[in-house]
């Protein structure tokens, strides 16, 4: 059965939660689902340059878990996403997040901000900051290893393929996401870390693919040797 990065409508409610039901045309339930406050410059950055607009064009970010620092590269060509990215990364917005939904071959997914409180389980997949991005497909950019993406709604519900305003998943399988192309906005790629995907992605899950143990977003920063 082909897997999804989707979001869903439940019960009227806007649900982020990917799934693993996925039909041809790329419709599912979120991988959101497969969709701040300003911190103090670190690491001898200048608060000035931690703004989108004095950043290279292509900066790196280091996605440090505690499984390991997943480096990931930002791609000029999809403004819109790595803008936004930047903008909730230096905010502090994705720090102390879980990858809620992981699963082997295919790819592990974050950035929902439900997933601080343990007692939001229920509802993890459904959360972000509440607004989404336009579509940034580019047909260069194909759902090989370590491929940064934005989960996103359905089909149904989202026939121009918005992105979630703060979910992600980075590709853990290049053939088993082999069908995302194209559906999907994919915004950057992971360039050190490759290890820690995989670590993250054999972690025993839940039906809902929650990991038993936890897999959690530290921070995310500015690389101080790569910008």
Do not use: W
């Not at 693993?20 to 419709?27: F, M």
């Not at 979120?30 to 292509?58: I, K, Y």
């Not at 102390?96 to 997933?115: E, S």
Request: with cysteine.
């Amino acid at each position: 059965m082909k897997k999804s990065i989707l979001i869903t409508l439940c019960a009227a409610v806007l649900a982020l939660v990917p799934s693993c039901k996925n039909s041809s045309n790329g419709q599912g339930s979120e991988g959101e689902d497969a969709s701040a406050t300003t911190v103090e410059a670190e690491d001898n950055t200048s608060t000035a340059m931690q703004t989108p607009a004095n950043l290279p064009e292509e900066p790196v970010f280091d996605i440090n878990t505690n499984f390991g620092t997943i480096k990931v590269r930002l791609f000029a060509d999809t403004p819109l996403h790595r803008d936004n990215f930047v903008k909730l990364a230096l905010g502090g917005f994705y720090d102390g997040l879980l990858f809620h939904r992981v699963i082997p071959n295919f790819m592990i997914q974050g950035g929902d901000p439900l997933t601080r409180d343990p007692e939001n389980k229920d509802m993890f997949g459904t959360g972000g900051p509440g607004y989404q991005i336009e579509a940034e497909i580019k047909p260069t950019h194909r759902h090989e290893k370590g491929a940064l993406a934005a989960a996103r709604k359905g089909d149904i519900a989202n026939p121009m393929k918005e992105s979630s305003g703060s979910q992600f998943y980075i590709v853990q399988s290049e053939s088993g996401c082999a069908h995302l192309d194209g559906e999907y906005t994919i915004f950057g790629q992971t360039i050190d870390g490759f290890k820690v995907i995989d670590d993250i992605a054999a972690l025993p899950t839940n039906y809902r693919g929650l990991p038993e143990v936890p897999a959690k977003i530290i921070s995310i920063k500015l690389d101080p040797d790569l910008n």
